[in-house]
């Protein structure tokens, strides 16, 4: 899809507003803080999403699928929760449209160019004799060459669709306005290679060397990175939506507006890992490890953390509304003002966190420890915790907790709720049969026509 200047502009102006809506959203649901501002959110978003619709009249999804519909006796919490589900759907939708339309109307001014070459060539031709073209096309090499590739090569608007790269040596290599779909990676050296404005949708990349490496503006949806190595690398507005990172070493990553929900992180090594504006939506997640890690304000609602390690890691206002983390390890973690309504808890190690102004709102927290927790401000309203450890943690009136204390003031439940669903793993990408190369010499045919109507193949 092209879009004209203006239309780029003003959904630009849009999505800016879009995201501080859903921030504003987030953090009011984080927060507990609701009351009074649910219909005034969900007329902004309708506002917005009445002018974006303008724009795209012919999109279903935009005028059809994401509008909202309330009525008179949903509460506030319920109508701020829909806006943040809304507003994060339309956003990651327009994301996904300026990238296309970007590349769209890159496509269409290379085209253009093509056509003035054309015809450049085409007068140069008719000038020429023919010894003469058939001298200068002798040892054309009209596409890549991957035999002569290495260590530093750039690849600028390639083509690298389906090709088998098992094992290449492709260190230091940059990529930009490359479509490298469903290529095969597999055991490449990809040591601090740069990646712009690049297509890696379905590609595989397992076991592939990319320590260092470097990643802006890239679809990578479906890809398969399991076993990657990542470390210390950095990634700006990746789209990772249902990737598998498998076993991947992402530690020391620095992640900015990175999409990784519904993708599969088990057992990922992200220790010390540093994100802003990151999704992990419903992501699974089993034994992975993030301790150490910024990750404040990242969205993990519906994941699954069994028996994660996150300790030391600070997730203040991180939403992990629904998530499952039974059995994690959260010992020293920060989660302040963090959305835990609905998580399940159960046996997780909680000792030392601070957990100051967090909502635990029907959380499962049976067996979990909890010794030394900072819990005051935190709402534990229909939260279960049963076989709970609880011993010199800070409760919500700000009280250290006691042995005798009366726990039906917190309005805790003796009835455990229903424990979240766990989310499905996505399908790996079936990788291209190995040894498809498509970058050898290609025959090029010219057809001369003469004054007689006669052609001759060149």
């Not at 005034?40 to 009249?57: D, E």
């Not at 990922?268 to 939506?281: A, K, L, P, Y």
């Amino acid at each position: 899809m092209i879009m004209t200047e203006e239309t780029q502009a003003k959904l630009n102006q849009y999505i800016q507003a879009l995201r501080a809506l859903h921030r504003s959203a987030e953090q009011a649901i984080h927060t507990n803080t609701v009351r009074g501002t649910g219909r005034m959110t969900v007329k902004g978003y309708n506002g917005l999403h009445q002018r974006i619709s303008a724009l795209f009249p012919d999109d279903f999804y935009i005028t059809d699928s994401l509008t909202l519909e309330i009525d008179d006796e949903m509460s506030e919490e319920d109508m701020v929760n829909q806006v943040a589900y809304a507003a994060n759907q339309l956003l990651i939708y327009l994301q996904g449209m300026t990238h296309e339309s970007r590349k769209s109307n890159e496509w269409a001014d290379d085209v253009q160019d093509l056509k003035n070459l054309g015809a450049q060539l085409r007068d140069q031709i008719l000038n020429l004799s023919k010894n003469t073209i058939r001298r200068a096309l002798s040892n054309i090499d009209i596409d890549i060459d991957l035999d002569d590739a290495g260590s530093g090569s750039n690849f600028h608007e390639k083509n690298l669709s389906g090709q088998d790269l098992t094992g290449a040596d492709l260190r230091k290599a940059r990529f930009q306005d490359c479509t490298m779909r469903n290529t095969n990676l597999t055991d490449a050296n990809l040591k601090q290679a740069r990646f712009r404005d690049v297509d890696l949708r379905a590609a595989v990349l397992i076991n592939a060397n990319l320590s260092g490496a470097t990643f802006h503006d890239v679809l990578a949806e479906n890809a398969d990175l399991s076993r990657s190595n990542l470390s210390g690398g950095k990634l700006n507005d990746v789209n990772l939506h249902s990737a598998i990172l498998h076993g991947a070493n992402l530690s020391g990553v620095r992640m900015h507006d990175v999409i990784l929900s519904h993708s599969d992180l088990t057992e990922v090594n992200g220790s010390g890992i540093n994100t802003r504006d990151c999704q992990f939506e419903s992501a699974v997640m089993p034994h992975a490890n993030l301790s150490g890690g910024h990750l404040a304000e990242a969205n993990f609602a519906g994941a699954d953390l069994t028996g994660a390690i996150l300790s030391g890691a600070n997730f203040s206002e991180a939403n992990f509304e629904q998530a499952i983390l039974r059995g994690a390890n959260l010992s020293g973690a920060n989660l302040r003002h963090a959305n835990l309504s609905g998580a399940d808890l159960t046996d997780a190690v909680l000792t030392g966190a601070n957990l100051n102004d967090a909502n635990l709102t029907g959380t499962l927290l049976e067996g979990a420890t909890l010794t030394g927790a900072n819990l005051n401000g935190a709402h534990l309203e229909e939260a279960y915790i049963e076989r709970a450890t609880l011993n010199a943690a800070i409760m919500p009136d700000g009280q250290p907790y006691t042995r005798n204390m009366d726990m039906a003031h917190y309005a805790i439940t003796q009835v455990p709720p229903t424990p979240p669903t766990p989310p499905m793993p996505p399908v790996p990408p079936v990788p291209p049969a190995p040894g498809i190369t498509e970058h050898k010499k290609k025959r090029v045919e010219i057809h001369i026509e003469d004054d007689d109507d006669h052609s001759e193949i060149i």
